[in-house]
């Protein structure tokens, strides 16, 4: 029988936010969190912004979060390539979200003879660099993504995301890539190693079940699948796992806390 939620997991846009709004409940819900003195993060694939980025932007929508609270595919993609080896080199597609995470483990940066060519989220992919990718891993290095998400959201409607051009290199390099986020427990399991909580008695709010939900329960998190975002209740049926409990909104989890 699992334990009481002592450390919380959340998923941001569509738990929290969405285009940029605080969602109802998110603020309350937040502050429980700190009054009951619960370790929490707040989880993203984006991988374009550093923390610091992201906690100013969620503080615009009304949420306080501190930076150090702030968990991204970027970071787990740093970690995950720390333990893999340490201080290496990688030639890197991404934004200072990615390129911070690398620099502050150790990594350098290069496009001579790199370890890894790690793809990240950009909001302006240069064919040159794609290019020079495929390049590099055609001469060995290793091909790692930091999130499948083949689209991501714009004002003008969906733009071609990590997962999409990752597809695109793969097909000229016959290389898959290690993806290190989401749909991967990897990343959960370093947001675990962040805050030193347990899967036994941490709970993961998320609102796909494809990837916050599957990837909660392959880490051994409860979970609790809320319908605010991308996912409607008919949904669930469709997948061969449930979470723990499926909420309308984040307000039906503060009293969880």
């Avoid at 709004?21 to 707040?42: I, S, T």
């Avoid at 390049?135 to 714009?154: E, K, M, Y």
């Avoid at 796909?208 to 669930?236: F, N």
Wanted: proline share 6%; charged share 20%; aromatic share 6%.
């Amino acid at each position: 029988m699992r334990q009481p939620a002592e450390c919380w997991l959340t998923d941001m846009d569509g738990v929290l936010v969405r285009e940029e709004h605080a969602l109802p409940g998110a603020a309350e819900f937040l502050q429980r969190l700190v009054d009951r003195e619960r370790r929490f993060l707040v989880l993203t694939n984006n991988s374009i912004f550093t923390p610091r980025d992201l906690a100013a932007r969620l503080l615009r929508s009304g949420l306080l979060v501190p930076e150090e609270a702030i968990w991204t595919s970027a970071l787990a993609t740093a970690v995950f390539l720390d333990d893999q080896l340490p201080h290496g080199s990688a030639y890197v597609i991404g934004e200072a979200g990615l390129t911070t995470a690398l620099h502050e483990i150790g990594y350098t940066l290069t496009d001579t003879d790199p370890d890894f060519v790690v793809l990240g989220e950009t909001r302006t992919y240069s064919f040159e660099a794609i290019t020079k990718a495929i390049r590099l891993i055609g001469a060995g290095a290793r091909f790692i993504a930091t999130n499948p998400d083949v689209t991501g959201p714009s004002a003008e409607g969906p733009m071609p995301a990590t997962g999409s051009v990752a597809a695109l290199i793969t097909k000229a390099t016959g290389s898959d890539p290690y993806f290190v986020g989401k749909p991967n427990p990897m990343m959960f399991r370093s947001a675990l190693n962040r805050i030193e909580a347990h899967s036994e008695n941490t709970m993961m709010v998320g609102d796909r079940m494809d990837t916050d939900i599957i990837a909660g329960i392959e880490a051994g998190l409860d979970t609790i699948l809320v319908l605010s975002g991308s996912t409607h209740p008919a949904d669930v049926e469709r997948y061969p796992y449930r979470p723990g409990r499926v909420l309308d909104s984040i307000a039906d989890a503060i009293d969880l806390v």
